[in-house]
């Protein structure tokens, strides 16, 4: 009887045993009708890397991860996950994670691994605004090395030059040790213009190893210039398509402008307020409409430049309601946008007869993009007390900035001068989403004047003499002032130099080019800086040097630079 009872007890043990092992996560499941199957809960071996930043590739080992649904690190999900085969996912960490264990989620539960995961959460980005990143940081050069210091010394009038001894060399190249990673959109490069490469590219690197090309260019050139010590300076300024995170910057020269060596006084790197990237301005939308305005007078009047409305206007006077002579607005469209058209709505009793247009990304540095003295139109529509004409002015290209100046000289007649509204407009070209750009055609290094029909303000000799690639023959002008010659291309094409050839004792002092697309509207892209001839002989180069720019017709004015009538022996234009 004992041995009976002792064989119960012994089967009651077996039996409690045998029933305690069966669980939801291991072993047989009790309720599957099959004698044994195998838990199908994730499990979590092993991961790699063990730490790791935002946007880190995690791989993951474990079990039972074909039915994935889940992965998260520390409780926040991945950014992204995928399952390579039932035992393999690979995950990207996530901005939100912290440091914890990764969990891997399915349809029967979710499991952790035992081991934790290290976030590295990046520093915020403290690169300051407008501040000169390379400013007395170290440079490297290929060449050339007692000058390399020049490049970031902060001084436009001493120069790095692409010299071996004295002799120019093709080719050249810097890298700038910003001394950390920084942010930045903006490298400005002020060369020398009478020796500048015509083929330079950026490039940017974290660990002075790997670099990445962010600017390449082959075509740049400026006529805005200033004279700093022995140099002709003018700045390149590059703003980047978005912002980029590096610690070194590499510039490759080659190909100078000149047969003189290629000179840098100056790179500049900045991180400015507002970052390029995908452009969203929206077309055919006025985007300075309701945005804010700053003027030179009659501050109560500003917002109605872009308040939407023509019946009111903002006038150009003084407190004491005079009409003054000159005056400027500004106009903030709050980000950097892109645009190609501009309206001025003017009361046509009272408009400017000198209106320049100038764009700036960041409110300091301004380009001229338009300058009309001789618009006027025939089609007004009353407006309240006003007749609103309007000034479309189209500009050839697209062009990015932030803000839109205007200067108003010269009333066309004795009252104030009156702007009823500005409009700014992207405009679609074709039905694309980007602007149709026909191809340029226009041939490199071509003289484009040669032979072309020309006309002049006066003639002692023929003008035509200026533009038949001749030097024993001249125009002369038939009387001592100021003078113009216009000549007509023929067709349209891209100019950016113009080369005159003056008599050493018959100049022009300044000359200022205008272009236009029909013969009608003229508008004035630069204007020269006081020019004297430096050689003996009977004629003498000056060479005008503008951004590229479309037209048909060129018109030069001249003002007097000697007592004697202006004699040009060649008036050349160029795409260079």
Not at 142 to 167: C, L, M, P, R
Not at 372 to 391: A, H, L, R, S
Not at 408 to 415: E, I
Request: with cysteine; glycine share 6%; net charge negative.
């Amino acid at each position: 009887m004992k041995i009976i009872k002792r064989i119960s007890i012994l089967c009651l043990c077996l039996s409690y045993m045998i029933l305690s092992s069966c669980s939801d996560d291991y072993g047989a499941n009790p309720f599957d009708n099959s004698p044994f199957t195998v838990s199908k809960l994730p499990k979590v071996l092993s991961f790699e890397p063990i730490e790791g930043k935002a946007g880190t590739e995690v791989t993951i080992v474990g079990v039972n991860f074909s039915t994935a649904t889940d992965v998260a690190f520390d409780g926040k999900k991945a950014e992204s996950f995928e399952i390579i085969d039932d035992t393999t996912i690979k995950a990207i960490v996530s901005e939100k994670t912290t440091t914890g264990p990764i969990s891997v989620t399915n349809e029967k539960g979710t499991r952790a691994s035992k081991e934790k995961f290290t976030f590295i959460k990046e520093a915020a980005d403290d690169t300051p605004l407008d501040v000169n990143l390379a400013e007395g940081k170290d440079v490297t050069v290929s060449i050339n090395e007692a000058a390399n210091f020049h490049i970031t010394n902060g001084k436009y009038e001493n120069a790095w030059q692409v010299v071996d001894g004295a002799t120019p060399a093709a080719e050249g190249w810097f890298i700038i040790d910003l001394g950390d990673a920084y942010t930045f959109d903006n490298i400005v490069t002020a060369w020398d213009m009478g020796a500048y490469a015509t083929d330079y590219e950026l490039l940017v690197s974290e660990d002075g190893e790997q670099y990445i090309s962010v600017s390449h260019t082959t075509d740049w050139t400026t006529a805005n210039t200033e004279v700093s010590g022995i140099f002709t300076v003018g700045k390149q300024d590059i703003t980047l398509t978005s912002a980029v995170k590096a610690r070194y910057v590499k510039g490759i020269v080659k190909a100078c402008n000149s047969p003189w060596a290629m000179t840098v006084c100056e790179v500049e790197v900045y991180k400015r307020n507002a970052t390029g990237g995908e452009d969203d301005t929206p077309y055919d939308e006025n985007i300075a409409v309701s945005r804010s305005v700053t003027v030179s007078t009659n501050e109560a009047a500003n917002f109605h430049i872009t308040n939407g409305k023509y019946e009111n206007a903002w006038q150009v006077i003084d407190a004491g309601a005079s009409p003054m002579a000159e005056g400027w607005f500004i106009v903030d469209l709050g980000d950097v946008m892109s645009f190609n058209n501009i309206i001025t709505a003017w009361d046509m009793g009272a408009y400017a007869t000198d209106y320049e247009l100038l764009i700036s990304e960041n409110g300091d540095n301004y380009t001229t993009i338009s300058h009309t003295t001789d618009w006027t139109t025939n089609n007004i529509e009353p407006v309240g007390v006003f007749n609103v004409g309007k000034q479309d002015i189209k500009l050839g290209n697209l062009v990015r900035a932030r803000y839109i100046k205007g200067i108003l000289k010269g009333c066309n007649s004795p009252w104030a001068m009156t702007i009823c509204e500005l409009e700014v407009y992207k405009r679609k070209d074709g039905s694309g989403d980007t602007p149709t750009v026909p191809e340029d055609k226009t041939p490199m290094n071509t003289n484009l004047a040669l032979n072309k029909t020309v006309t002049a303000s006066s003639e002692f000799y023929p003008v035509s003499n200026a533009v038949l690639g001749k030097f024993d023959f001249y125009w002369a002008a038939s009387a001592v002032g100021d003078q113009w010659l216009k000549i007509d291309l023929g067709e349209e094409y891209t100019i950016n130099n113009i080369d005159i050839y003056w008599g050493v004792l018959n100049y022009g002092k300044t000359t200022e080019i205008l272009v236009s697309l029909n013969d009608d509207i003229y508008t004035s892209i630069c204007t020269s800086a006081e020019w004297v001839p430096t050689k003996d002989g009977e004629y003498e180069k000056q060479n005008i040097a503008f951004e590229n720019t479309k037209t048909r017709y060129v018109k030069a004015k001249f003002t007097e630079g000697t007592l004697y009538a202006l004699w040009c022996y060649e008036f050349e234009v160029y795409k260079r």
